[in-house]
């Protein structure tokens, strides 16, 4: 099972150790280096190199987990481990991890001599569903999510949902928001799946995973640099990002997962649709329901609001000053570049928490 990404494939399930380890030898790479962190180091590293038959050099770099390690200081601290262990052009970096170690890796490869290979292993349900397609790499800068990077295609990604095993609740609930978000945007029917999710058998997970990175792909097919029908993705996003970045200050409310904080931005972004008279009021009450029994409700201060209103200034999507919003027209389908007033974001967060 594969799906064909622009210049790459996505492969699911342990038959994809092979094609990588095929990839390995026909490419004949200087050395691998494989970029982990603390979790995956002790958890994935071995079982992934377990699968590979390769007779190439490799060299592990560890990094530390954590949203707020994603950041240029990281990178340069793998660049010049790079360095010291001598990696030339013709190296490859493997990225095992989750969205953090994905993101971050292939920022480093795409920069490091202007540029080595690199493969995406993710190790989160996260990850799985949004950083294997897509070809963004990123971090973040003085705490503002993502706001360096750039649009870089890996050899492949591999997708094993044998990592799923080990995973916390909140982690997989965090990846669950995204594959939510993928049926708003475009699959009705998929939203009603996910929204009515019993027990999941591994083989469940594995054919919803790959439903959403499907749906993902096909947008990003259409429109690789996101000039438009590729802010599609950014649904629950222009918010979910501000709570992302203000909860992981230190300054208000409790951290948030990349997942839980995408939530709550799609609570508040379908009531700015509702309110914009693009979205019934049934469906927007539909959404907020589902999401709220999935996710732990927040309570924000006035102070909290205005804040993270203050924090849209700095997303990407923003247009000579104007924020611009992705919203919905219905469940399955949405609409670009909406721009949104201050006072409809604050009522949007008083009848959140309304409840």
């Known amino acids: 099972m594969q799906i064909q990404a622009a210049n790459y494939i996505v492969g699911f399930g342990i038959d994809y150790y092979s094609t990588l380890s095929q990839l390995i030898n026909d490419k004949k790479y200087s050395k691998i280096v494989f970029l982990v962190d603390e979790n995956t180091a002790k958890h994935c590293l071995n079982y992934v190199l377990q699968w590979l038959a390769v007779e190439v050099t490799f060299e592990i770099i560890e990094i530390e987990q954590g949203e707020e390690n994603k950041?240029?200081?990281?990178?340069?601290?793998?660049?010049?481990?790079?360095?010291?262990?001598?990696?030339?052009?013709?190296?490859?970096?493997?990225?095992?991890?989750?969205?953090?170690?994905?993101?971050?890796?292939?920022?480093?490869?795409?920069?490091?001599?202007?540029?080595i290979d690199f493969v995406n292993i993710p190790t989160s349900l996260l990850a799985m569903v949004d950083a294997s397609v897509g070809t963004k790499t990123g971090v973040n800068l003085g705490g503002l999510k993502n706001m360096v990077g750039s649009f870089s295609q890996p050899q492949m990604v591999l997708i094993d949902t044998a990592f799923l095993e080990t995973l916390p609740g909140n982690q997989m609930r965090s990846g669950l928001a995204e594959m939510f978000k993928h049926g708003l945007i475009a699959d009705a029917s998929y939203w009603n799946q996910l929204k009515n999710l019993g027990e999941l058998t591994t083989e469940d997970l594995l054919l919803l995973i790959y439903h959403s990175v499907s749906i993902k792909n096909e947008i990003v097919l259409q429109d690789p640099l996101e000039k438009n029908v590729r802010k599609l993705l950014n649904f629950g996003h222009t918010l979910g990002h501000v709570l992302e970045t203000y909860s992981n200050s230190g300054k208000g409310i409790q951290p948030l997962l990349h997942g839980e904080a995408i939530a709550i931005g799609m609570i508040l972004e379908a009531f700015i649709s509702y309110k914009k008279n693009l979205l019934t009021k049934k469906s927007y009450l539909e959404i907020k329901e589902t999401l709220n029994l999935m996710f732990e409700s927040i309570v924000f201060t006035e102070n909290d609001i205005e804040i993270c209103t203050h924090l849209l200034i700095h997303d990407k999507k923003n247009v000579n000053g104007m924020v611009q919003f992705t919203l919905l027209t219905d469940i399955g389908s949405g609409v670009i570049n909406e721009i949104v007033e201050s006072e409809l974001i604050n009522e949007a967060f008083n009848d959140y928490m309304l409840n």
């Open 71 to 115: 950041t240029i200081e990281t990178c340069t601290a793998v660049w010049e481990s790079l360095v010291e262990l001598n990696i030339d052009r013709k190296a490859l970096l493997i990225n095992v991890g989750g969205g953090m170690v994905c993101d971050l890796g292939g920022f480093v490869a795409a920069t490091y001599k202007r540029g």
